[in-house]
T-cell receptor, first 111, second 115 residues
């Protein structure tokens, strides 16, 4: 089955800095890579996703890149704000429609 | 309507109680999921229903019993739980075929405490 590794487990930045979270996956058949943000006490919410036929996708301050050859994908957040503080989960979905989650990154943005 | 609704939001139960968690969606999704989540950990898949049939059971103890009465509803029946079962239980739905709209929509969760 699919195995997703996510790093770092904790990321602390100053407001205005950029934050990068990296994930690797094992199944070369994986074709869909969503990122979820989960604020304390709330549900995981999809913030951006990328499919295997695309190398990069941007949505305002958030971007995701995918390197299929190396089997890794990354989340980039620019101009971080305190409200970006949350746990971020990457996921990969292959032949089945069930995504495999990474272990999560706790992002702390200091004002 | 892009919501997955879960009830109750909070539940406290003793180890001998029987209770149920409920989940509802009206997005026409034919795959529905139960996840268990501990603090700051990823959601852990428990069950998947596809077209109202149980398709995946991730070796979950029998004290958890899922039910899918129809395409919009998903229940999780709880009986004789242990304190270590205390967690956030998340329901989710999606299209099951991995097509162009394949994201998971999560409910707000039911926070369960077992005394």
């Amino acid at each position: 089955g699919e195995n997703v590794e996510q790093h770092p487990s904790t990321l602390s930045v100053q407001e205005g800095d950029s934050a990068v979270i990296k994930c690797t996956y094992s199944d070369s058949a994986s074709n869909y890579f969503p990122w979820y943000k989960q604020e304390l006490g709330k549900r995981p919410q999809l913030i951006i996703d990328i499919r295997s036929n695309v190398g990069e996708k941007k949505d305002q301050r958030i971007a995701v890149t995918l390197n299929k050859t190396a089997k890794h994908f990354s989340l980039h957040i620019t101009e971080t704000q305190p409200e970006d503080s949350a746990v971020y989960f990457c996921a990969a979905r292959g032949g089945s429609y069930i995504p495999t989650f990474g272990r999560g990154t706790s992002l702390i943005v200091h004002p | 309507d892009t919501e997955v609704t879960q009830t109750p939001k909070h539940l406290v139960m003793g180890m001998t109680n029987k209770k149920s968690l409920k989940c509802e969606q009206h997005m026409g999704h034919r795959a529905m999921y139960w996840y268990k989540q501990k603090a700051k950990k990823p959601p852990e898949l428990m069950f998947v229903y596809s077209y109202e049939k149980l398709s995946i059971n991730e070796s979950v103890p029998s004290r958890f019993s899922p039910e899918c009465p129809n395409s919009s509803l998903l229940n999780l029946h709880l009986h004789a739980l242990q304190p270590e079962d205390s967690a956030l239980y998340l329901c989710a739905s999606s299209r099951p075929d991995g097509g162009s709209v394949s994201e998971l929509f999560f409910g707000e969760g039911s926070r369960l405490t077992v005394l």
